[in-house]
Every structure is written in C-alpha cells, then in structure tokens.
C-alpha cells in the first residue's frame, strides 16, 4: 500500500492566510467581525487577530450566503440566526462535494 501524507490540520490561521484563503482584503474580513456574532477569532496582545477552523468554516458560510446566494448583509445575518445548523450542514456538503471534485480530477489527469 503507498504511503499517503497526512494533512496538516492548523489550529490557528492568521489574518493574511484568511484573506488569501479569500482572495478578499482583510478590511472586508474584520468588517464581517463586527457584523456577524459567528465569527469571533482570537486576539493576542498586540490586537493580531488568529483565526480558528471553525472561524474559516463560519467565514465560508458568509462569503457563500453573500457572494453565491445575493444575500445583503441583514439578510445573511438573519438566514444565520435562524437556520444556523442546516447552512452549516449545507456548507459542510458543498466542501466534502468540491473535495471529491478536485480528487476525481487529479484521478483523470493521472489517466
């Protein structure tokens, strides 16, 4: 059987990761902070803001009910508030699906 890597699973991202994770400025990701109660990253002393998965998991949720759906920002607040687990469960498909995407194209590709 090969040797299969296995993924490094950060506890914690900073601030520029999220932002090229996003492809956004970090402006609009400390914006989302004070607007959205689901995100709450960790500050150290210095006010540098880390971020945990489930931080990146909640900001995938926002960017997708925002950016996909045509959510406006009182809308995605409110869809949150009160269907929080189905999105969540609905995003946690959207990335298991993507994930199985990108490995049946590496599969073809090696073909």
């Known amino acids: 059987m ?3 890597e296995r993924e ?6 900073t601030m520029g990761e999220v932002s090229a994770m996003f492809d956004v400025n970090q402006s609009l990701i400390r914006y989302y902070e004070k607007e959205f109660d689901i ?3 960790k500050k150290n002393k210095k006010g540098n803001r880390y971020f945990t998965p ?4 909640n900001l995938k949720i926002i960017f997708h ?14 869809h949150l508030k009160k269907n929080s687990n189905d999105t969540k469960d609905t995003q946690s498909m959207i ?5 199985l995407k990108k490995f049946l194209l590496e599969v073809r590709d090696q073909m």
Request: net charge negative.
């Open 2 to 4: 090969p040797y299969k």
């Open 8 to 13: 490094i699973n950060k506890m914690y991202y």
């Open 39 to 41: 995100l709450q990253p």
């Open 54 to 57: 489930e931080d990146v998991e």
């Open 65 to 78: 009910l925002i950016r996909d759906k045509g959510f406006t920002l009182a809308g995605a607040k409110e």
């Open 95 to 99: 990335t298991t699906l993507e994930n």
